[in-house]
């Protein structure tokens, strides 16, 4: 299994059939699990052994299809499904770090990690400090013997910074940081994360994964080590786990993942060129694009530049408003990574809780749209924009 490619990995990898050789994987629906005697009830409790589950919360066939099948195409040793992207987020931090335990994290993070960071941790006296993740001076400058982890997102959202994951993993190893990224606009299937040096690997499936707007999931990446000895005591004990169903579903979403992902990113690349230079729009930005300050980085770090763009329109928000509002096929919304393309204006909905001084500092201005380009037909997608564009 391990010299499949993607495409085999993402179809067959952690396949478990019942005695009823059934094709499409199963959905066990169960809480529990049956013993034969009390005996191996209290045999599994001390320690079950591979393909042994005793309460849904901890495991479950279904769901550990999924985690062995993420695990196999990221390219970690195991893996561990949550009931969504945050979960993972919360249960790899929360489950590592103690009272008095330094990260080192960058600024540019979709709101609920921020918040985690900012006002979870530093709760329980953890001291984080936060640099601009595209400044090594700023990373070198920020870790010191005894840092815990960093954190990043490898592609900040929305402003799609990227950042240089070889190059902070250098510098977190030195100190003996571990290295966690959410990799969420990277995508699993663009991802080297691994061979970059990451240490453990987060993904909302909720986005790619799912890839069809139904269910909310995420998936901790890494070492049997820090999933089986780190992550999941936390997880199993606290109750973020990811449904049979929801796993279910995005075992189905991982078979099309490749498929849609470069999909996508082609459509993305296609609206960037079209629209670079249009006169309503003061940016666009989108890593494929030369221009973009980390085109160089992306390149070298990803197998494809992801499927979201961000147009910051001249005309501030009464403009981005006018445009939103003027699109026939584009829906306005706050997911991504969906079959469907989706439009959402940061500063007044995902990122609204930031004062403007903060937005202002991560440059998410007024006029800024996140565009998640879906599976529609290219020429359809430029069209609808375009002409939306022409209302602001
Ligand atoms: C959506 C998202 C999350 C959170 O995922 P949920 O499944 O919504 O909990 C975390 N990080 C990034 C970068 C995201 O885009």
Redesign the pocket.
């Known amino acids: 299994m391990t010299d499949w490619k993607t495409r085999t990995k993402l179809v067959h990898a952690g396949t478990r059939r019942s005695q009823y050789g059934e094709v499409a994987e199963a959905i066990y629906l169960t809480q529990g699990f049956v013993y034969d005697t009390a005996e191996a009830a209290e045999a599994r409790f001390i320690e079950a052994g591979p393909d042994e589950y005793i309460y849904a919360r901890y495991g479950n066939p279904t769901v550990r299809m999924f985690e062995d099948r993420i695990a196999a195409l990221e390219g970690t040793e195991d893996a561990f499904a949550t009931a ?4 993972a ?1 919360n249960g790899a931090l929360t489950s590592l770090l103690r009272a008095g335990d330094h990260v080192v994290s960058a600024r540019a993070l ?1 709101g ?2 921020l918040y985690i960071l900012e006002e979870i941790l530093t709760r329980y006296g953890v001291e984080v400090t936060f640099v601009d993740g595209t400044d090594l001076d700023q990373w070198r400058a920020a870790v010191r013997p005894g840092t815990k982890a960093v954190f990043f ?1 490898s592609m900040s ?1 929305p402003t799609l910074e990227v950042i240089d994951v070889a190059a902070v993993a250098g510098i977190a190893h030195a100190v003996g940081a571990l290295v966690i990224v ?1 990799n ?2 990277a995508t699993p299937v663009f991802s080297r994360a691994v061979e970059l040096g990451a240490d453990v690997i987060v993904y ?4 790619h994964i799912d890839g069809q707007g139904r269910c ?3 998936v901790i990446c890494g070492t049997k080590q820090f999933v089986r000895k780190v992550a999941e005591p936390y997880l199993k004990h606290t109750g973020g786990a990811l449904s049979p169903f929801n796993a279910w579903v995005m075992l189905k979403g991982m078979e099309t993942l490749d498929l849609r992902v470069r999909a996508q990113a082609d459509s993305a690349m296609a609206l960037a060129e079209a629209l670079d230079g249009h006169a309503k729009l003061a940016r666009v930005i989108y890593p494929g694009l030369a221009a973009h300050p980390q085109h160089a980085t992306a390149a070298a770090q990803m197998d494809g530049f992801g499927t979201v763009l961000a147009l910051d329109l001249a005309g501030g928000r009464e403009a981005a408003f006018r445009f939103l509002n003027a699109l026939e096929i584009v829906t306005i919304s706050n997911n ?1 990574g969906d079959a469907k393309s989706i439009i959402t204006h940061p500063a007044t909905t995902t990122h609204q809780r930031l004062s403007p001084a903060q937005r202002e500092s991560l440059g998410i201005g007024e006029g800024l749209v996140r565009l998640s380009v879906g599976l529609e037909d290219t020429g359809d997608l430029i069209a609808d924009v375009t002409r939306a564009l022409e209302s602001a």
């Not at 909302?204 to 986005?207: I, L, V």
């Open positions: 969504s992207g945050m979960a987020v979709f609920s990690c997102e959202n959410d969420v606009f909302s499936a909720t986005k909310l999931g995420g991504l």
